[in-house]
């Protein structure tokens, strides 16, 4: 496969995530929580990325949009083991104890929580967050980035 179809297709894949994430935003109403942000930026990165790289020759940047497209997927794996329970998230987005907490501190808490947690699973398809799916997928779009970099 030649460079730039790789490039294309790399920089297309996380084009097409962060659209999809939008639109289950503002057409779905699934309001994303931090950790969904955080895994949208990456994304955002490998589209400029891409763009340079289609201009330029060379390995660097195919191997910076390899880069962040393994960003967004490992910020997925981590979003997913928060969502499954297998270690905590940012005190800021998950439910924590409540334990030795005063009346006017848990009610501090609840009011300065954010709308959505970050371990409450939103969607889900065969069993997979969105969050696990974009780690998959961003797997994927790493390879299509290495293997622009060798071409490069």
């Not at 997925?76 to 969502?83: C, D, K, M, N, R």
Request: aromatic share 6%; glycine share 14%.
């Amino acid at each position: 496969m030649k460079r730039s179809l790789l490039i294309l297709l790399a920089a297309g894949g996380s084009a097409a995530l962060l659209l999809g994430a939008l639109a289950f935003q503002h057409w779905g109403g699934l309001a994303p929580c931090k950790l969904c942000i955080w895994q949208r930026w990456p994304h955002g990165a490998a589209i400029g990325i891409g763009l340079a790289a289609l201009a330029v020759r060379g390995a660097a940047l195919p191997l910076l949009g390899a880069l962040a497209a393994l960003t967004s997927g490992g910020i997925g794996v981590y979003h997913t083991g928060v969502e499954r329970g297998w270690w905590p998230g940012p005190d800021s987005c998950t439910s924590g104890s409540i334990e030795g907490l005063s009346t006017d501190d848990l009610v501090n808490q609840i009011m300065n929580a954010p709308v959505t947690r970050c371990d409450d699973v939103a969607w889900e398809l065969l069993g997979l967050s969105m969050a696990s799916w974009n780690a998959l997928i961003c797997l994927g779009l790493a390879a299509l980035w290495l293997m622009a970099a060798k071409r490069g």
